[in-house]
């Protein structure tokens, strides 16, 4: 049954000009969109990371980025992109995940090739309260997983905190859409495609921004009310990585956590200081570890990263095959926009023997920091290795051995994925849909891996709300696992469309991010 819009006023605000419709069809570009109607560890995520509204999911993987929810209504096992849907809307193309605080629901999406656009939801209705549109200015080719729509918002009940890599962080008013305050950030840079897909992290009075790019790798802390930098660390030690800041609470007090090349760090929230750093991660990271209870758990791989540098440029269709890279080659790789000189200067540290061309060790010489180079090192890791590992918080220094609680070799990490950590059990979900699970007390494997009757690339990483656990595929399944000891296939529900976001939990409704649509599911609508 279509549902029909109130004419009512709303706001559609475009860079820094607020235009007012009184009709949605005035506005094509908003891509308001067709609305239709049809229809116990959670308790352990710190509640106090989560400030306006015990259901909200506030930011990437929702509270404290663990993909857990502490909802208590009921959430559905079997929906499609109709049934069991109050409420859909097209949102333009995009592979972050939305967000819900305080009764709304917040999205990013791109309209066109110049119009990145961020859309304000009723959560309970679908009704759009506000959209605004920017034009993002000259982006670079990103791979065809990614999108210039790829970063996840952060919202509070007052703000929402919005970052895109050419227009920096900014926040907006949760309800009227209007700018609060901008912050620029540096323009990352990512030579090998991978392209920008990091998101902003709330915590207490501060958000937080981790961007391990190729060109000035760093963390920030903002402050929410006025988008000040209040810490940045410089990771100039740091290659390309993907994975978001996370909080441990210790008897010490609050460390925010960080994963990256070749270590996880422990930060001081006020002042950005480096607490303690554990050299166990290898090249790059791409999940994000999940931290209660003052323990932090990790699935990292660097299987394939050892070459990839050469795989991206030097067997690509534009370079020669060669077994070696060239600064030609990264250029004819990147095309029309550019190479940094100030990456090139990356490339000359390797070139050991200047010849030009890197090869061999030059490219981890290149490419990883002389001070950090843990996951290349011939007396660490094997770069192939994978593991699944977990620490304690609260260290001090070098904590490699003193805070390591247990490690586990597998063969069964994904790179993008992150574990969901529940009930004593840690479960990986990869490509293929191959599950497997690790107890949390020492790490020990479960039970042999398993697949799930779904093969499909996994990006988005597996959320829990309601007994349930459900893993969104690339190719638009959504799995509905019963959370037990046997993960029990409950539903295989088709929502039509390939699904790279995280979907968000809140109030009894799942929120899925599929290429192109927001889709509300909740229980017998
Ligand atoms: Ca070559
Ligand atoms: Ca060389």
């Given at each position: 049954?279509q549902k029909?819009q109130?004419?009512?006023?709303?706001l559609?605000?475009?860079?820094d000009?607020i235009?007012?419709?009184?009709?949605?069809?005035d506005c094509?570009r908003c891509?308001?969109?067709?609305?239709t109607?049809?229809?116990?560890?959670?308790?352990?995520?710190?509640c106090?990371?989560?400030?306006?509204?015990?259901?909200?999911?506030?930011q990437f993987?929702g509270?404290n980025?663990?993909?857990i929810?502490?909802?208590t209504?009921?959430l559905?096992?079997?929906?499609?992109?109709?049934?069991n849907?109050p409420?859909?809307?097209?949102?333009?193309e995009?592979v972050?995940g939305?967000?819900v605080a305080a009764?709304?629901v917040?999205?990013?999406?791109?309209?066109d090739?110049q119009t990145v656009?961020?859309?304000a939801?009723?959560?309970?209705?679908?009704?759009?309260l506000?959209?605004?549109?920017?034009?993002?200015g000259?982006?670079?080719?990103v791979?065809?997983?990614n999108s210039?729509?790829?970063?996840t918002p952060?919202?509070?009940?007052?703000?929402?905190?919005f970052y895109?890599a050419?227009?920096?962080?900014t926040?907006?008013?949760a309800q009227?859409?209007?700018?609060?305050w901008?912050?620029?950030?540096p323009?990352?840079?990512?030579?090998?495609?991978?392209?920008?897909?990091?998101?902003p992290v709330?915590?207490?009075?501060?958000v937080?921004?981790?961007q391990?790019?190729d060109l000035?790798?760093?963390?920030y802390?903002?402050?929410k009310?006025?988008?000040?930098?209040?810490w940045?660390?410089?990771?100039?030690?740091?290659a390309?990585?993907?994975s978001?800041?996370?909080i441990?609470?210790?008897?010490h007090g609050d460390?925010i956590i960080?994963?990256g090349?070749?270590m996880l760090?422990g930060y001081?929230?006020?002042t950005?200081?480096?607490?303690?750093?554990?050299k166990?991660?290898?090249?790059?990271?791409k999940?994000t570890?999940v931290s209660f209870d003052g323990?932090?758990?990790?699935s990292?791989?660097?299987?394939?990263i050892?070459n990839?540098?050469?795989a991206?440029?030097?067997a690509?269709?534009?370079?020669?095959?060669?077994?070696?890279?060239s600064?030609e080659?990264?250029?004819a790789?990147?095309?029309?926009?550019k190479v940094?000189?100030?990456f090139?200067k990356?490339?000359?540290?390797?070139?050991l023997?200047?010849?030009g061309?890197l090869?061999?060790?030059?490219l981890?010489?290149a490419f990883l920091?002389?001070d950090n180079f843990?996951?290349?090192s011939f007396?660490?890791?094997d770069?192939?290795?994978?593991?699944?590992?977990?620490f304690r918080?609260?260290?001090?220094?070098d904590?490699?051995?003193?805070?390591?609680?247990?490690?586990?070799e597998t063969?069964?990490?994904?790179?993008?994925v992150?574990?969901l950590?529940?009930?004593g059990?840690?479960?990986?979900?990869?490509?293929?849909?191959?599950?497997t699970?690790?107890d949390?007390?020492l790490?020990?494997?479960?039970r042999?891996?398993?697949?799930i009757?779904?093969?499909?690339?996994y990006?988005a990483s597996?959320v829990?709300?309601?007994g349930?656990?459900?893993?969104?595929?690339d190719?638009?399944m959504?799995?509905?696992l019963k959370?037990?000891e046997?993960?029990?296939v409950?539903?295989?529900?088709?929502?039509?469309e390939?699904i790279?976001?995280?979907?968000?939990i809140?109030?009894?409704?799942?929120?899925i991010r599929?290429r192109s649509?927001?889709?509300?599911?909740?229980?017998n609508r």
């Amino acid at each position: 049954m279509q549902k029909t819009q109130p004419a009512k006023q709303r706001l559609v605000i475009r860079g820094d000009d607020i235009q007012t419709t009184d009709d949605r069809t005035d506005c094509a570009r908003c891509w308001t969109g067709l609305v239709t109607r049809g229809s116990l560890c959670a308790f352990l995520i710190l509640c106090w990371l989560v400030s306006a509204h015990a259901e909200d999911w506030p930011q990437f993987r929702g509270p404290n980025c663990s993909g857990i929810s502490n909802t208590t209504q009921s959430l559905p096992t079997e929906f499609s992109d109709t049934h069991n849907v109050p409420w859909s809307t097209k949102v333009g193309e995009g592979v972050g995940g939305p967000v819900v605080a305080a009764g709304r629901v917040f999205v990013s999406g791109l309209l066109d090739d110049q119009t990145v656009a961020l859309f304000a939801f009723d959560s309970t209705t679908g009704e759009q309260l506000w959209t605004r549109q920017w034009t993002p200015g000259l982006l670079s080719e990103v791979h065809a997983t990614n999108s210039h729509a790829s970063t996840t918002p952060a919202a509070d009940a007052d703000h929402v905190y919005f970052y895109s890599a050419t227009l920096g962080m900014t926040a907006l008013n949760a309800q009227t859409g209007q700018d609060v305050w901008h912050q620029n950030l540096p323009e990352p840079y990512f030579v090998f495609k991978w392209g920008p897909a990091m998101s902003p992290v709330l915590y207490k009075d501060k958000v937080l921004f981790c961007q391990d790019d190729d060109l000035y790798p760093a963390m920030y802390a903002l402050d929410k009310q006025t988008g000040e930098i209040l810490w940045k660390d410089s990771r100039d030690d740091m290659a390309v990585n993907y994975s978001h800041p996370v909080i441990c609470e210790t008897p010490h007090g609050d460390e925010i956590i960080v994963a990256g090349t070749g270590m996880l760090i422990g930060y001081d929230p006020q002042t950005g200081r480096r607490l303690w750093y554990a050299k166990t991660l290898l090249r790059n990271i791409k999940t994000t570890p999940v931290s209660f209870d003052g323990k932090i758990y990790l699935s990292v791989q660097s299987g394939g990263i050892a070459n990839q540098w050469l795989a991206a440029a030097d067997a690509s269709e534009t370079g020669n095959n060669d077994g070696k890279l060239s600064k030609e080659e990264i250029q004819a790789f990147v095309g029309e926009i550019k190479v940094p000189a100030e990456f090139f200067k990356k490339f000359d540290r390797g070139d050991l023997n200047q010849d030009g061309l890197l090869e061999g060790e030059e490219l981890d010489l290149a490419f990883l920091h002389p001070d950090n180079f843990a996951g290349a090192s011939f007396e660490a890791e094997d770069p192939a290795d994978q593991f699944v590992l977990a620490f304690r918080g609260g260290g001090r220094g070098d904590v490699t051995e003193t805070h390591l609680l247990w490690k586990q070799e597998t063969k069964d990490t994904d790179h993008i994925v992150s574990p969901l950590v529940l009930d004593g059990r840690m479960l990986l979900v990869k490509g293929g849909g191959i599950t497997t699970l690790f107890d949390t007390k020492l790490g020990l494997p479960l039970r042999p891996r398993k697949r799930i009757p779904n093969a499909s690339e996994y990006f988005a990483s597996p959320v829990y709300g309601d007994g349930k656990i459900y893993v969104a595929a690339d190719n638009g399944m959504v799995l509905v696992l019963k959370n037990d000891e046997d993960y029990e296939v409950l539903a295989k529900n088709d929502m039509g469309e390939s699904i790279v976001g995280t979907p968000a939990i809140s109030d009894g409704n799942l929120y899925i991010r599929t290429r192109s649509k927001l889709i509300c599911v909740a229980q017998n609508r």
